[in-house]
T-cell receptor
Framework: DTAVSQTPKYLVTQMGNDKSIKCEQN?????MYWYKQDSKKFLKIMFS???????INETVPNRFSPKSPDKAHLNLHINSLELGDSAVYFC?????????????FGPGTRLTVT | AQRVTQPEKLLSVFKGAPVELKCNYS??????LFWYVQYSRQRLQLLLR??SRESIKGFTADLNKGETSFHLKKPFAQEEDSAMYYC??????????FGGGTRLMVKP
């Protein structure tokens, strides 16, 4: 199936730990994103990554770092997890060069920090 | 800076009633606006975009630059329309700014 996939689907961990969430897209898109959806369902962009150019939302703490081994993957690494990091994290991709701005979303990763 | 506002967190209507989900935006450039929908336990997906001027699942949305609005409308709501709806603005950096979302509940 052509899609955006994320692993794991659920992640429960303790404060202070370091964790990673993986994202892969097989749509051939040139741009990938990470979004955070908080408990009130508010969605906020965290990062955009296009051809090795990273655009960071300035409100994102530097404990969050995206890593892109290739165009089809954009992983999210989080250091020193805090309670406030609990949220659903969505990966997305789009083909920006063709001016098709539709973003395709992954199923989300529900992170719970205890 | 761009901003998207959805004033209603929850909208509850009966089946067959008209629906209007409000969206207002502020953006200094020429806006690219979208409506995304998230059904229960499903991923976020594009519902429609203003440049297409199309109707999807009976929904339409017209960009009103004078009122800086992009309200989503459907003349007759169905139970399967129950979902979270997000209005979104695409900025020059190709990142989406989302509104706070409106939960639509269609009662039988």
């Amino acid at each position: 199936d052509t899609a955006v996939s994320q692993t794991p689907k659920y992640l429960v961990t303790q404060m202070g730990n370091d964790k990673s969430i993986k994202c892969e897209q097989n749509l051939g898109h040139d741009t990938m994103y990470w979004y955070k959806q908080d408990s009130k369902k508010f969605l906020k962009i965290m990062f955009s990554y296009n051809n090795k150019e990273l655009i960071i939302n300035e409100t994102v703490p530097n404990r969050f770092s995206p890593k892109s081994p290739d165009k089809a993957h954009l992983n999210l690494h989080i250091n020193s997890l805090e309670l406030g990091d609990s949220a659903v994290y969505f990966c997305a991709s789009s083909q920006v060069s063709g001016r098709s701005y539709e973003q395709y979303f992954g199923p989300g990763t529900r992170l719970t920090v205890t | 800076a761009q901003r998207v506002t959805q004033p209603e967190k929850l909208l509850s209507v009966f089946k067959g009633a008209p629906v209007e989900l409000k969206c207002n935006y502020s953006y200094s450039g020429s806006p690219e606006l979208f409506w995304y929908v998230q059904y229960s336990r499903q991923r976020l997906q594009l519902l429609l975009r203003h440049i297409s001027r199309e109707s999807i699942k009976g929904f339409t949305a017209d960009l009103n630059k004078g009122e800086t609005s992009f309200h989503l409308k459907k003349p007759f709501a169905q139970e399967e329309d129950s979902a979270m709806y997000y209005c979104a603005l695409n900025n020059a950096g190709n990142m989406l700014t989302f509104g706070g979302g409106t939960r639509l509940m269609v009662k039988p």
